[in-house]
């Protein structure tokens, strides 16, 4: 997985070109990208570092605030991939952009469908 770091750097130029990046791809706990994205008891998906984090001082939900059944974290491998899909061609479209010298108007990859 990519550091927090370059995922934080990529979120910054995705927004400096006005590209939408897709909610379920963002952690709720940090509102950043996620790398390794991973489901908790209460069905909600987390970014594992933060989610981990979380559970070191909560047994809680980060959702909802109710106890968590399990504290168990199970690998989103689907979401994991749409999302490395997703990553690569937004690197790629920022990288054409930057060849370009800006804006050229190009539109950004389209977010996956919902």
Known sequence: A????????LKERLQEHFVMIPL?????ITLEIMA????????????RASIERWLQRKKTSPKTNEL???????PN???EKS?????AEQLAF???QERLGGNDGAEPPASPAR
Request: glycine share 4%; charged share 30%; net charge negative.
């Open 24 to 28: 379920e791809y963002l952690d709720p």
């Open 2 to 9: 990519p550091p927090a770091s370059d995922l934080r750097r």
């Open 94 to 96: 920022l990288e054409a």
């Open 36 to 47: 390794s994205p991973v489901r908790a008891a209460d069905g909600g998906t987390y970014e």
């Open 83 to 87: 999302l490395t899909a997703w990553k």
């Open 77 to 79: 491998v689907e979401l």
């Open 68 to 74: 968590l059944s399990s504290l168990e974290l199970t």
